[in-house]
T-cell receptor
Framework: AQSVTQLGSHVSVSEGALVLLRCNYS??????LFWYVQYPNQGLQLLLK??????LVKGINGFEAEFKKSETSFHLTKPSAHMSDAAEYFC????????????FGAGTRLAVHP | DARVTQTPRHKVTEMGQEVTMRCQPI?????VFWYRQTMMQGLELLAY????????DSGMPKDRFSAEMPDATLATLKIQPSEPRDSAVYFC??????????????FGPGTRLTVL
């Protein structure tokens, strides 16, 4: 079975500050891991994905995440927050091998203050 | 540019009424997913189709929900009869599975359902 835990349902940062959103996963098979972003009244958009290539993954809008097998983590970071980053962020896991069924975390709402 | 479309975007109905939500996946995609999003439960997978065949609908209440793909360009999710607890945003997503590789799921804008 697979699961995802996102630590912190709400994170608040100042504009220009580091963004760190935490995600830990549980998987009995090699996982694929993803971060999605959801802006108000919109669907989910893929930020980045880990599919067993490089462990440091760069995504859109300056975000990146590092897969750490020893810590079963896939935390999302951005060096400098922008007001437009305010949104809800979801970590998700699936099995490798083309199955494609995503298991989502509960989400973290990011607020960015001036 | 290619995107998943969903209709209607908003639906308000009364308890007991039938609700049908429609999704047009991206042309060429062979997998379609239905998700439900609520404040309490977050994002839940309801059903998953590949090449129009249902692969997994274990997340869907079978007594009132049904999901179909009449053809490759249309997926439907039906609730009959609807109940207030069905109020949620329903997302459709599509993707392409080729061999053993994973490809991104593209999400539609969602249908916001309110059952009074």
């Amino acid at each position: 079975a697979q699961s995802v835990t996102q630590l912190g349902s709400h994170v608040s940062v100042s504009e220009g500050a580091l963004v760190l959103l935490r995600c830990n996963y549980s998987s009995s098979v090699p996982p694929y891991l993803f971060w999605y972003v959801q802006y108000p009244n919109q669907g989910l958009q893929l930020l980045l994905k880990y599919t067993s290539a490089a462990t440091l993954v760069k995504g859109i809008n300056g975000f990146e995440a590092e897969f750490k097998k020893s810590e079963t983590s896939f935390h999302l970071t951005k060096p400098s927050a922008h007001m437009s980053d305010a949104a809800e962020y979801f970590c998700a896991v699936t099995r490798s091998g083309g199955y494609n069924k995503l298991i989502f975390g509960a989400g973290t709402r990011l607020a960015v203050h001036p | 540019d290619a995107r998943v479309t969903q209709t209607p975007r908003h639906k308000v109905t009364e308890m007991g009424q039938e609700v049908t939500m429609r999704c047009q996946p991206i042309l060429g995609h062979n997998t379609v997913f239905w998700y439900r999003q609520t404040m309490m439960q977050g994002l839940e997978l309801l059903a998953y189709f590949r090449n129009r065949a249902p692969l997994d609908d274990s997340g869907m209440p079978k007594d009132r929900f049904s999901a179909e793909m009449p053809d490759a360009t249309l997926a439907t999710l039906k609730i009959q009869p609807s109940e207030p607890r069905d109020s949620a945003v329903y997302f459709c997503a599509s993707g392409l599975v080729e061999g053993g590789s994973y490809n991104e799921q593209f999400f539609g804008p969602g249908t916001r359902l309110t059952v009074l």
